[in-house]
């Protein structure tokens, strides 16, 4: 089984409703290690030789968290530019990362039409994700088709926990239980 390392950004996660849900599905996992940067790190003071250690270890890096400001919350992106060090994740000599693979699972208040030409958001939401996926790549790890829940804040309780259930299969390693189209 993969050993997966969960960056978990949520800046309230007493307030989270979905993303709450998740991380206790990936923490009831053997093979699964939960670092909850805003419970570890409240000061933004990021210990990088031990989130170095536990990035070594990983075959599987997940980055989850709510999307803010159409990215990442500020200590994840803090995370990344003070642990993703040259020569150690990117670089000619940095190879520590190679062949991870890295999977973003993210939510969004925004419900799916918000993220279009005509709606609120005004771009489909992978135009704002190249950022992600190009740090994954100059750091030589292998992308993943992103997990995405839209509306999360209304979404049904059956599509939270379908959706709960296909991250947990997703973190176990399984194929989904059927078809899934956030
Ligand atoms: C500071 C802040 C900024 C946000 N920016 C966005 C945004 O840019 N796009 C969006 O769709 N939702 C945005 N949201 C809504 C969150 O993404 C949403 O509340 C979250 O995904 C719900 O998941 P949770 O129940 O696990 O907290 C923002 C929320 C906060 C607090």
Redesign the pocket.
Known sequence: MSRVLVLYA???PQ??????QMVAAARSLPNVTVNELYELYPDFVIDVAREQALLAEADLIVMQH?????GMPSLQKEWLDQVLEHGWAYGKNGNMLKGKRFLLAI????GAG?YSAQGE?GYPLAAFLPPYRQTAVLCKMQWLEPLVMHG??QADEAAVAAHVDAYRRMLEGMPPSAPFHP
């Not at 307030?15 to 709450?20: M, W």
């Not at 939510?107 to 925004?110: E, H, I, V």
């Open positions: 949520h800046s309230a307030a989270s409703r979905v993303n709450r709510p999307i803010q400001w159409y939510t969004t208040g925004g918000a958001h999360a804040r």
